[in-house]
């Protein structure tokens, strides 16, 4: 072989070796926190965030308190990301009741201290960027009220230097951020408003929202749950009905800031009939999905 063409093949070796081993976890870690984070609160809400050192436990983790005389309590807390939020209660100790919402690339983040969770302690939820998980309170170990939030990596590891809404806390800092989470869309799925289990099978447009059929294979249960597109967050009228051939039907109508129902009915080997109104426009499906 000339030895002029060795040292290219080396470099080539070299190289597919390296492409062939294993990264390290500090650069896996470094390399999953791809998920874009908003901050836990409502659209417009101003909350400082507290990268507390050295007495944080754990280290990295942040608490969010009042800002310019904002009172923190009772404050909704969403999801900064999507993905699977898992609810608990340690009770009186630790987190008290708390959130952890594991999003698709491995990464998670926690939300404790919490004064109410959508769902009760032992239940998960499919969720979306914005999706309400509870309110702000001081339950477990607690002084007064605030949000104890962590981002951690997809070993485990608490991230010393998380970035919400594009801005980086590092250990022992205070910034104010504001947030753009839930600015813009519902952010609700039906599959949160109907519950775990249910999977939409079919759908109708109406004038500023949408109505949903869902289905529950495990329970032969049917759902539906309407929408909302315009006016989020300001009460107006809207419904959701669900009809099983041969029975009555069940409906759930009033003034509601992002959807009507869920209006579930045991419809398992029938046809139904399904449909919902935002305002003035309405959709009433035929009989149909039987079985």
Known sequence: MPTTIRPAITALLVALATALIPQ??????????????????????????????????????????????????????????????????????SYGKWVE??????????????????????STLSVSQGTVIGTVGSTGGSNAPHLHYEQRTSSGAVDTSPVVEGVTVSLGQKKAITSTNSCGG???????????????????????????????SSNGYNCVATLKTTNLGTASAMSAFLEPEGESRTTDSGSYDYYAGPVRRDAASQCVKWGGSVGSSSYTSGFEHCG
């Open 101 to 122: 919402v594991r999003h698709s690339d491995g990464t998670r983040t926690r939300y404790a201290h919490l004064a109410s969770m959508v769902r009760s302690a032992g």
């Open 24 to 93: 390290s976890a500090s650069a896996q870690d470094a390399g999953v926190l791809a998920v874009t984070h908003k901050s836990p609160f409502n659209c417009g809400k101003t909350f400082y965030a507290n990268n507390w050192t050295p007495t944080h436990n754990p280290s990295g983790s942040i608490d969010w308190q009042d800002y310019g005389g904002d009172d923190i309590d009772g404050e909704t807390v969403r999801a900064t990301a999507a993905g699977t939020a898992y609810f608990s209660d340690a009770g009186s100790t």
């Open 186 to 216: 519902n952010p609700y799925t039906p599959e949160e408003v109907c519950g775990s289990g249910y999977s939409v099978i079919d759908s109708a447009a109406l004038t500023g929202g949408r109505t949903y059929l869902l289905y529950n």
